[in-house]
Structure formats: structure tokens, C-alpha cells
């Protein structure tokens, strides 16, 4: 069963250090999504990439987040250094091409407290 | 610009009865729709999704939803709760493109009491 398997699924961690997130979309879905969510602002969008090449990443702050896609079977977002505020469950997703189109399939999540 | 609104962000309705869930869009463009359903500690799973076909929809576990493009809705309805649709309801909206970004509800969290 085809999945978006995304680790580590806890982290904490202490402010100022970096976080790495990774991120394994599923095989051959050429589009990967960043969410951030929190209590407040519900389901955000950090960025996106398609076929690799970053499309929109106007909703992570760039002082301290970076995301990129070494290659088509990993994705990474990364944070240095991590704030307080930063606490919160960061989806993966990933959507391919066919008959199954527009679908987008989450991971499971990575769990992030920051203290 | 793409938004939803989710009304009301907690329901709670008896094992057996009936569950209405509502979700108002705003798209400057033809949409896709999108309901998700979040179980505790896991990800999003995608229960029902519309894409300009039929405007009424049947997805997984007896969940079905209703375009209604007059009205700018897409409720989520089940004739009768089970204790296990408890659990938090997304509402979703994109442009009619290929894989282009989800923008979310807020959420609305189902309780279902025995």
C-alpha cells in the first residue's frame, strides 16, 4: 500500500538547535507539499515542489526555514534555529498524474516541540 | 484568492443519528472540493472529493457530499453516526489544476455520544 512516509514522527528539542524533517513522497507522485499545523491557525501551507523545482514557498519564514528536494524520493524542511513558536505537526504530502489526479495523500505527520 | 469556512467548530451528535457537517467555499475560479478526515496522532485521509462530475458525491464509510454551486456549499452528510466518525473533519478547496495546493477549513471536530 502505496504511502508518504515522513520521519522522525516526535521530535523535541531545545531552542536554537536545528530541526531536520524528511519526507519520502509516494513513488512517482511528482508534486510534494509542506503543512504546518497548529491549534490556531489550523492546516497552513509552507511550500511545494513540483517535479523537484520549488514552487511556492511564500508561506515559510524564510529567516529560518529552508526546504529543498535532493532528489525525486526525498524531501527535507529544515529549521535553524528553532523557536518556541515553531512547535507544531508538520504534514508531507504528495499528489501524482493519471486517473487519480488531484489526489493528495498526507503522511502521518512529524510531531515537533521546541523548548 | 481560495477560502472555506467550516461552520461550527465542534459537533456532536448521537450514535445513529444524523451527521451534517457544513462547508462553505469562496473561489475566484471552478473548484475541486475536498473532505479529509483526521483521526487522533495521525495524518489527513482523504474521505470524499468532488472535480466538476457529479455534483453529488459518495466517499468511504458512508460519507456522501452535495456541490451546490448556487449556494457555494459542500456539506458533509451520513444518515447515522457510528462511534467511530469521531474524529476532526476538513474541508478543502483548490483550483480545477493538476495537484495544485489544498486550502483548508479550520476544522470541525465530531463527537459522537452512546
Known amino acids: 500500500d502505496a504511502r508518504v512516509t515522513q520521519t522522525p514522527r516526535h521530535k523535541v528539542t531545545e531552542m536554537g538547535q536545528e530541526v531536520t524533517m524528511r519526507c519520502q513522497p509516494i513513488?512517482?507522485?511528482?508534486?510534494v507539499f509542506w503543512y504546518r499545523q497548529t491549534m490556531m491557525q489550523g492546516l497552513e501551507l509552507l511550500a511545494y515542489?513540483?517535479?523537484?523545482?520549488?514552487?511556492?514557498d511564500s508561506g515559510m519564514p524564510k529567516d529560518r526555514f529552508s526546504a529543498e528536494m535532493p532528489d525525486a524520493t526525498l524531501a527535507t524542511l529544515k529549521i535553524q534555529p528553532s523557536e518556541p513558536r515553531d512547535s507544531a505537526v508538520y504534514f508531507c504530502a504528495s499528489g501524482g498524474t493519471g486517473s487519480r489526479g488531484n489526489t493528495i495523500y498526507f503522511g502521518e505527520g512529524s510531531w515537533l516541540t521546541v523548548v | 484568492a481560495q477560502s472555506v469556512t467550516q461552520l461550527g467548530s465542534h459537533v456532536s451528535v448521537s450514535e445513529g443519528a444524523l451527521v451534517l457537517l457544513r462547508c462553505n467555499y469562496s473561489?475566484?475560479?471552478?473548484?475541486?472540493l475536498f473532505w479529509y478526515v483526521q483521526y487522533p496522532n495521525q495524518g489527513l485521509q482523504l474521505l470524499l472529493k468532488y472535480t466538476s462530475a457529479a455534483t453529488l458525491v459518495k466517499g468511504i464509510n458512508g460519507f456522501e457530499a452535495e456541490f451546490k454551486k448556487s449556494e457555494t456549499s459542500f456539506h458533509l452528510t451520513k444518515p447515522s453516526a457510528h462511534m467511530s466518525d469521531a474524529a476532526e473533519y476538513f474541508c478543502a478547496v483548490s483550483e480545477q489544476k493538476g495537484n495544485t495546493p489544498l486550502v483548508f477549513g479550520k476544522g470541525t471536530r465530531l463527537s459522537v455520544i452512546a
Open positions: 473561489s475566484s475560479v471552478p473548484p475541486y
Open positions: 513513488l512517482g507522485h511528482n508534486t
Open positions: 515542489f513540483r517535479n523537484r523545482a520549488p514552487l511556492d
